[in-house]
């Protein structure tokens, strides 16, 4: 039996990975239990398909009665392996697990920046109780290794996506009589978190110093504590006549078959999955090279590849994608191709081979 654990209260991309992997060992008889928040969207999630969630309310990283919980659910339930999908997930299952439970913990990371040096960081991230880290890039995989992780620990099981979600274009017309786009109107798509690594005010800026005559509108997709620092920053760079920010939306493979291009300019990716749904709509695309955004894009081939924060660069990018649509579709193509690289398929089937070295046929429940 198989633990994942997750603390997050809403549903980004880290979440959706985990769907993903869930749905996937399902294919294959594989017993697991998925421990999250109460009431979260991936209660609801794994509820709705069938997939068995056990809620349990964690407070923070040094939740003891979650930990605690935790502990009694892996005796109770004989869990053979922990996975942890979030920061504070693997601080609670390195708990409950320390001294106590003599079962491998594998860590997911997902983030690019560098733990913290204090002592409980150092604690934390080098303990031995650590079993595998598998970090969704090797931009990941180098920072941790500088962290004074030992390499020997670390194996990088990139992000993938379900391919087959973006075989058919979705029907979208419904989304320019809501946003009133005309046909005509070139859409540039954003769609990340309003945080501040998303890095959404280098867009804006980049927006307001295009040169395109061709009509064109940036939609931002999602929502966060900066929301209204951005609108605030569009009005002041008379830019809100071509900026639409749409909030939270959940009709994603929509909105990709509205976007005639896709734009990330975030400052840290630990690899970006946004990107990935993107080049699977075959869309071009204008990014930062933060993170691990570099490791899926190809420079001149289906994207422009600029500095992060280098709001001139994302400009001239755009301006050449917005005004050519044989560009447009040369790097749509290109990407629509160049993504197969990063299926679902394959980092279910890695992930669940670093399971099988330390579980054997017993992965599959009683060694049947």
């Known amino acids: 039996m198989i633990l994942h654990v997750n603390t997050s209260r809403e549903w980004r991309g880290g979440e959706q990975q985990l769907y993903y992997l869930v749905q996937g060992l399902a294919t294959f008889k594989i017993p697991q239990i998925v421990v999250g928040q109460p009431g979260s969207p991936l209660e609801t999630k794994c509820k709705e398909n069938g997939y068995e969630f056990v809620p ?21 339930k004989n869990i053979k392996l922990i996975h942890t999908h979030t920061a504070h997930a693997h601080t609670l299952a390195l708990l409950a697990k320390r001294n106590h439970l003599n079962i491998p913990l594998i860590v997911s ?5 560098k733990p913290k040096s204090s002592f409980f960081s150092r604690w934390k991230y080098q303990h031995l109780a650590n079993d595998y880290y598998l970090p969704v890039s090797q931009k990941i995989k180098e920072v941790m290794i500088d962290s004074k992780i030992a390499p020997e620990r670390i194996i990088t099981v990139y992000s993938g996506i379900d391919l087959k979600r973006f075989s058919k274009s979705a029907p979208h017309e419904y989304l320019r009589d809501e946003f009133q786009i005309s046909k005509k109107c070139i859409v540039i798509g954003n769609v990340a978190a309003l945080v501040d690594h998303k890095d959404q005010e280098t867009l804006l ?39 639409i920010f749409t909030g939270y939306r959940k009709d994603i493979p929509a909105l990709l078959s509205l976007f005639n291009i896709f734009t990330l300019t975030s400052k840290e990716e630990g690899l970006g999955t946004s990107v990935l749904d993107a080049m699977a709509s075959g869309l071009p695309i204008v990014a930062t090279n933060g993170g691990g955004i570099g490791e899926m894009l190809d420079h001149n081939e289906g994207a422009y590849m600029c500095s992060v924060g280098d709001s001139e660069s994302i400009a001239q990018g755009l301006d050449k994608l917005v005004g050519s649509e044989e560009l447009r579709t040369k790097f749509g193509t290109f990407n629509k191709t160049s993504v197969k690289r990063f299926s679902v398929t394959k980092t279910v089937e890695k992930t669940k081979l670093i399971y099988y070295s330390f579980l054997g046929d017993s992965l599959y429940g009683d060694g049947t």
């Open 205 to 243: 800026n980049a927006i307001a110093k295009m040169k395109t005559n061709t009509d064109f509108r940036l939609m931002i997709v999602g929502d966060g504590k900066l929301e209204n620092k951005l609108k605030n920053q569009a009005e002041q760079l008379g830019i809100t006549n071509r900026v």
């Open 56 to 76: 349990i309310e964690m407070r923070g990283e040094w939740d003891r009665k979650a930990y605690k919980n935790i502990r009694s659910l892996c005796i109770s």
């Open 109 to 113: 990371r997902r983030v690019d920046f």
